[in-house]
């Protein structure tokens, strides 16, 4: 598959981009490798989860950052924060895992109509809830003023300093996500066909969505405890995947994650690039990509519908 070699590339440009003169072995593959993984990492566990959603939703969409996930893991991480609990606890990314998915969960709640949720209906949903849930975050930065710097940082999405063991742990969780829905693709090609004809084929619909809902804030989960928030790679990625390999997920699951690194890499190496040597929070740069592609999703369908 050609986007194995566009990862490597992207990361070897990535490595050596930038000013290199004076910066040693350590500099290099101390600092800048981990912070590469690290992109690669979370940009497969948000490609992953956009397809995911927006498979299982039939909903064009559908990504983390519009659907509240995000907001809910992060939710979860700065509670963490006010409450002492380190980054490095298995309480921190039990929280991150339990607010992502409640967050999921009340969006898809309050958009169901009927039996499916509308994409408007969801869009607006999304939107409360990620509200809401940013709202009781910055109230905790105001009330926590002590982590309010390191907190907004966060928010903004970034990966200096990238740290090993998070670094690990959430490699680990986003493997097992993607391996999960390469395991289980078949179930989501049956149900986007639609709840009646999945149940016809053998199927129950009530565990395929908590399967993959759980699959999917899962990997969010681990790209935000890593990361913190950044938006609109699981919108921007699988649509143009899927423009290439088609509606199956029997190979855009894993090519979303693939492509969801590269697309990752790149943003932050302009991120580190781009206004040297200031930084811009790479949550910045993929929301001045994704919004105009969201406005333009919008557009699309207002067009066709």
């Not at 989860?49 to 950052?65: E, I, M, T």
Request: aromatic share 10%; net charge positive.
């Amino acid at each position: 598959m050609w986007l194995v070699p566009a990862v490597i590339a992207a990361a070897v440009l990535a490595l050596f981009s930038g000013a290199v003169d004076g910066a040693g072995p350590d500099i290099i593959f101390g600092l800048r490798l981990p912070r590469i993984l690290a992109a690669a990492v979370v940009g497969a566990g948000l490609g992953f989860s956009g397809a995911v959603f927006q498979g299982l939703l039939k909903n064009p969409l559908s990504d983390p950052y519009i659907l509240g996930t995000s907001a809910g893991a992060m939710a979860g991480a700065v509670l963490c924060s006010a409450s002492g609990i380190g980054r490095a606890s298995p309480l921190f990314y039990l929280a991150v895992f339990a607010g992502a998915f409640a967050a999921t969960f009340l969006t898809y709640s309050l958009a169901r109509i009927k039996k499916y949720p509308s994409v408007s209906h969801l869009v607006l949903a999304g939107v409360a809830v990620s509200t809401f849930l940013t709202a009781l975050i910055m109230l905790f930065i105001t009330l926590y003023r002590e982590h309010s710097l390191s907190l907004v940082y966060f928010l903004l999405g970034g990966f200096f300093p990238a740290d090993n063991y998070l670094l690990a742990v959430s490699c680990c969780l986003v493997a097992a996500s993607v391996c999960g829905g390469a395991l289980l693709w078949r179930y989501l090609d049956i149900f986007s066909l639609g709840e009646e004809k999945a149940s016809c084929l053998g199927a129950d619909p009530d565990k395929i969505r908590l399967a993959f809902f759980a699959l999917a804030s899962l990997a969010t989960s681990a790209a935000v405890a890593l990361a913190g928030t950044v938006g609109f790679v699981g919108l921007i990625v699988p649509h143009i995947l899927r423009l290439i390999f088609g509606a199956s997920h029997r190979r855009l699951l894993v090519s979303s994650a693939l492509g969801g690194a590269l697309f990752l890499i790149l943003a932050d190496t302009a991120a580190r690039t781009a206004a040297a040597p200031a930084e811009i929070p790479v949550g910045v740069v993929t929301a001045l990509f994704g919004a105009p592609f969201f406005i333009w999703l919008l557009r699309r369908m207002r067009d066709e519908g």
